[in-house]
């Protein structure tokens, strides 16, 4: 039996499973714990039944739509004891022995560019330590450029209007300040923009509901 204790783990757990609401609820629990879904993976390479001649999953398909959760523990534990504590099969846990930042990366498959390439906003964290180090990962290389259109976008997809500091705190959020600091004058303007859009569409919505005519 091994009783070797671990920090760090990796662990999936699957949305058919029967258990899965009882697992994503008891992985919600613990304390540093980052998430992300996985819904776009495929099989890299065949994948065989248990004979090894008939062929289980093709190159190409759909994996199962998962989670993936890394857990930063505070107490050392065996996979064992980590396993019965959040009711997932020992073979779905993995301790993290090397590289706590390559698993953090790992989650949008940052550096693999053979597979599909999930959006860093994808991923939550009830640690904001934990998720502000995940951000810093994956964000120090991509171009300023990119920064901005992901601003701009969130902008511009806003539901409702938008207060400079509810864009300011998805900007930390995001590990994007830097970028917004540099171009504040050009978001303050799309914000204008986008705000004005929301108004005047609200008040042709009044208008309309009033009855009124435009001709008049």
């Not at 398909?61 to 989670?67: A, E, G, Q, R």
């Not at 930042?101 to 959006?119: F, R, V």
């Not at 997809?157 to 900007?171: C, K, M, N, Q, W």
């Amino acid at each position: 039996m091994n009783n070797k204790r671990f920090y760090n783990f990796t662990v999936i757990i699957y949305e058919d499973d029967e258990n899965f609401e009882k697992q994503y609820f008891n992985l919600l629990l613990e304390k540093d714990e980052i998430h992300i879904r996985h819904d776009k993976d495929i099989f890299e390479k065949d994948v065989y039944e248990e004979d090894n001649e008939t062929i289980k999953y093709h190159a190409g398909d759909d994996k199962k739509p998962h989670f993936h959760f890394i857990l930063k523990l505070k107490n050392a534990c065996t996979i064992s004891a980590l396993a019965k504590r959040i009711e997932v099969k020992e073979n779905m846990i993995e301790p993290i022995k090397k590289s706590l930042n390559g698993a953090l990366k790992y989650l949008i498959h940052y550096g693999y560019d053979d597979k599909y390439q999930y959006d860093p906003s994808l991923v939550k964290s009830n640690s904001d330590k934990l998720l502000a180090k995940f951000l810093d990962l994956v964000t120090k290389d991509v171009p300023e450029v990119d920064k901005v259109v992901d601003i701009q976008n969130y902008i511009e997809s806003f539901p409702d209007i938008i207060e400079f500091g509810i864009l300011g705190r998805y900007v930390q959020k995001m590990n994007l300040w830097d970028a917004f600091r540099r171009n504040i004058t050009y978001f303050s303007k799309l914000v204008d923009s986008h705000n004005s859009r929301i108004s005047a569409s609200r008040f042709h919505t009044y208008r309309l509901v009033k009855g009124e005519d435009y001709n008049e």
